[in-house]
């Protein structure tokens, strides 16, 4: 097969990749939504996909000294190297519908959207920059949870970043979570849920345990789809599930609407 072709990985079809690059990483047969970069989404959701970033200087600096196969320092090495990323969020200002917007956009690709300590921070400045600014904030999660790497440091993140929110609504600036493929750990039980509203992409894995874990402390079997996006709505735990092609708009609407701007 040449290069111009892959396969789905959800219904095995084979397709021309630039039909799935044309319909923003979703594929076109059975509408399955590709994990995209935090560039990407950056650039999707923006005015002509133009933004500025911020907080582009902050490094973790491996306090604990921790190792497990690898050192930790040398793994993020690697990912820097990898993904030219500094860590797995990326802080950016930019317009959505002439309105100014900042964006955190988390990337799966640098430790598996692991919310270590330059995380929690990069967020909970995104978050205070809104409410200097009086600027509102989306979020894009996608996460595998709190950065093991990092101990008791990354789950201070939680509380660090749920204070922020808190900041946040009492002085009424608008907070959307959008909640992609997979989010889960302490990056769900922490600000993806916080927010105004909390939209996800279709068939995102959405939990805080992983179904096995859950499964076996329960002793029950888990229902079909348990854990996804859909699942989620059904259940009152979401308050929209969004096709990324119909995300812009439907963001630019929902702020428009906590912004009060008539249509
Ligand atoms: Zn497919």
């Given at each position: 097969?040449d290069?111009?072709?892959?396969?789905?990985?959800n219904?095995?079809?084979?397709?021309?990749?630039q039909?799935?690059?044309?319909?923003?990483?979703?594929?076109?047969?059975?509408?399955?939504?590709?994990r995209?970069?935090?560039?990407?989404?950056?650039e999707?959701?923006?005015?002509?996909?133009?933004?500025?970033?911020?907080?582009?200087?902050?490094?973790?600096?491996?306090?604990?000294?921790?190792?497990?196969?690898?050192?930790?320092s040398?793994?993020?090495?690697?990912?820097?190297?990898?993904t030219?990323?500094?860590?797995?969020?990326?802080?950016?200002?930019?317009?959505?519908?002439?309105?100014?917007?900042?964006?955190?956009?988390?990337?799966?690709?640098?430790?598996?959207?692991?919310m270590g300590?330059?995380?929690?921070?990069?967020?909970?400045?995104?978050f205070e920059?809104?409410?200097?600014?009086?600027?509102?904030?989306?979020?894009?999660?996608?996460?595998?949870g709190?950065?093991?790497?990092?101990?008791?440091?990354?789950?201070?993140?939680?509380?660090?970043?749920?204070?922020?929110?808190?900041?946040?609504?009492?002085?009424?600036i608008?907070?959307?979570?959008?909640?992609?493929?997979?989010?889960?750990?302490?990056t769900?039980?922490?600000?993806?849920?916080?927010?105004?509203?909390?939209?996800a992409?279709?068939?995102?894995?959405?939990g805080?345990a992983?179904?096995?874990?859950?499964?076996?402390?329960?002793?029950?079997?888990?229902?079909?789809?348990?854990?996804?996006?859909e699942?989620?709505?059904?259940?009152g735990?979401?308050?929209?599930?969004?096709?990324?092609?119909?995300?812009?708009?439907y963001?630019?609407?929902?702020?428009r609407?906590?912004?009060?701007l008539?249509?």
């Open positions: 097969m290069s111009r072709w892959t396969r789905c990985n219904c095995r079809r084979i397709l021309y990749k039909d799935i690059l044309d319909n923003l990483y979703v594929c076109p047969a059975c509408n399955f939504h590709f995209i970069s935090a560039r990407e989404r950056l999707l959701l923006y005015d002509n996909g133009e933004y500025e970033l911020y907080d582009e200087d902050i490094y973790s600096t491996d306090p604990l000294g921790f190792k497990d196969s690898k050192k930790y040398s793994r993020l090495e690697e990912h820097r190297k990898k030219s990323l500094q860590d797995a969020v990326l802080n950016a200002m930019g317009f959505m519908g002439g309105m100014k917007v900042l964006i955190s956009a988390m990337d799966f690709s640098f430790m598996g959207g692991s300590s330059v995380v929690g921070e990069k967020i909970t400045r995104a920059r809104a409410l200097s600014e009086k600027t509102p904030i989306i979020v894009v999660s996608c996460s595998g709190a950065r093991m790497q990092e101990g008791i440091l990354s789950l201070m993140q939680m509380m660090k970043t749920s204070a922020a929110i808190g900041r946040l609504e009492e002085a009424g608008p907070f959307i979570s959008v909640i992609t493929d997979p989010t889960t750990g302490g769900t039980a922490s600000y993806a849920m916080l927010g105004d509203i909390n939209i992409e279709p068939n995102a894995l959405i805080f992983g179904p096995r874990v859950i499964e076996q402390t329960i002793k029950e079997k888990l229902p079909k789809g348990f854990q996804r996006s699942f989620l709505l059904e259940h735990m979401l308050d929209e599930v969004v096709e990324r092609k119909h995300l812009r708009s963001l630019i609407c929902a702020l609407l906590f912004l009060n008539h249509p």
